[in-house]
């Protein structure tokens, strides 16, 4: 079972800025880490691949430093992995960035499964996983929380809706993006880490992959930013003493009062 999974790295989440004129993540002198939704597909992954045996390849689009982050999932148990970078890429929005993965995807080849996480926590959009299937001509699931049947035929699969669960059958090769449901992501070993730390990982540009560079980067990207603003949160509260027992009943007939103010009962 041979399985690619793209993973991001993203900046901590305390550390997300944008900027404003390009409407784009600023991520120099942000400490990163891999996007943390992308754990569990390489955990998934790991499991089958220990189940089933196989290879598995991380892949990221993203600049030299983001080679880490591919480190550190070899180090939990994945095979090889794949760095395209450059700065044609930069300022890629989630059409590119699929655009560019299906076609590091395509170079790859031989694979069964394509594993990615629900979304990455920078973007918040969950819009690649499902866009690198379309670029491939795959059946999709989204929202995995479990995988009930696996073989090179088909994978049946269990998936998160608005009020249960969906059982679906996709044909070989399919891709899936996780929930948190689907595993545990496992930590890195001295051996896994010491094996990550010597693997050669190759670095794939625009011209080593044949790709127009007007299709790429900022340029090249139909997603347009036309404003961000922060938000602000208003909120004014009611605090209501309860020091002895006769405080404490008017304390809960006011908040039984409020409540049924604002309709949450009766």
Known sequence: MNIIIP????????NVKMDEETGTVVREGAASI??????????TGIQLK???????????????????????????GCDDGVLISGKEFAGSDTWVTSYVLSEAIKKIGDYDLILAGERATDGETGQVGPEIASFLDLPMAAYTSRIVELNTESV?????????????R?????????????????LPTLRGKQRAKKIAIPVWSK???????ANLGLKGSPTRVVKISTPQVLRNGMVIPADDEESTVRAVNQMLDFMREKNLIR
């Open 7 to 14: 993973i991001k790295q993203v900046p901590e989440t305390g």
């Open 34 to 43: 891999i996007n943390p939704l992308d754990l569990y597909a390489v955990e």
């Open 50 to 76: 220990e189940k089933l045996g196989g290879k598995i390849t991380v892949i990221t689009m993203g600049p030299r430093s983001a080679e880490k982050a591919l480190r550190e999932a070899i180090s939990m």
């Open 156 to 168: 049946v699969v269990e998936r998160l809706i608005e009020e249960e669960y969906e059982m679906l």
């Open 170 to 186: 996709l044909s070989m090769p399919a891709l899936l993006t996780v929930v948190k449901e689907i595993s545990y992501p496992r």
């Open 207 to 213: 011209d080593s992959m044949e790709l127009d560079e």
